[in-house]
Antibody
């Protein structure tokens, strides 16, 4: 059974940086695309970024483009999200989520069949 | 960006009743690339339905999805106590967006 464990969340000041990690197990990690999805307090889900199985293709929501970088280490079954220039609007629980496919084909992507438990990021002075 | 609007925000029903949740898209979703998820406190998100109407592995047949174009529906027949949760729709036809969620609560 696929398992994803998020870590790295915490309190950071506006303008600061933080790096999230996601450790995967129970499936062939390098066969699937993975994404980060966040949920601000009292709000719904927002897709943040995605990466193809090989790591060669990445995709970002407009709200984080140029500030966040998604990457993966297939040799260690780990996903990362480097977050820079953080603002209060980035405060949320961040989830890694396993896609059901290897990559987005053009703009056509995938649903998520396994999720992490989430890591809380709080941006505040 | 395709915006998904779910309705109602909150649905109050009793166990044994039928629930109908709506998800409307700001533009047509081709090839029915729409999914539904369940979120419960203390649990990870659960994929219920993908490709509009296909049940994910292990999902009971009281959950069903339907729709096309810009209007999609998740139906839960005969609500069980464990079905009371928050439900989200997601489109994956044009990158990925989610609806704002519908809270299904016990009446």
């Amino acid at each position: 059974e696929a398992q994803l464990v998020d870590s790295g969340g915490g309190l950071v000041q506006p303008g600061g940086s933080l790096r999230l990690s996601c450790a995967a197990s129970g499936f062939n990690f390098d066969n699937y695309a993975i994404s980060w999805v966040r949920q601000a307090p009292g709000r719904g889900l927002e897709w943040v970024a995605g990466i193809s199985d090989s790591g060669h293709s990445t995709y970002y929501a407009d709200s984080v483009k140029g500030r966040f970088t998604i990457s993966r280490d297939n040799s260690n079954n780990r996903l990362s999200l480097q977050m820079n220039s953080l603002g209060v609007e980035d405060t949320a629980v961040y989830y890694c989520a396993k896609g059901t496919d290897r990559y987005c084909s053009g703009s056509r992507c995938y649903p998520f069949d396994s999720w992490g438990q989430g890591s809380l990021v709080t941006v505040s002075s | 960006e395709i915006v998904l609007t779910q309705s109602p925000d909150t649905l109050s029903l009793s166990p044994g009743e039928r629930a109908t949740l709506s998800c409307r898209a700001s533009q047509s979703i081709s090839s029915s690339y729409l999914a539904w998820y369940q979120q419960k406190p203390g649990q990870t998100h659960r994929l219920l339905i993908y490709d509009t109407s296909r049940r994910a592995t292990g999902i009971p047949d009281r959950f069903s999805g339907s729709g096309s174009g810009t209007h999609f529906t998740l139906t839960i027949t005969r609500l069980e106590p464990e079905d009371f949760a928050v439900y989200y729709c997601q489109q994956y036809d044009n990158l990925i967006t989610f609806g704002q969620g519908t809270r299904l609560e016990i009446k």
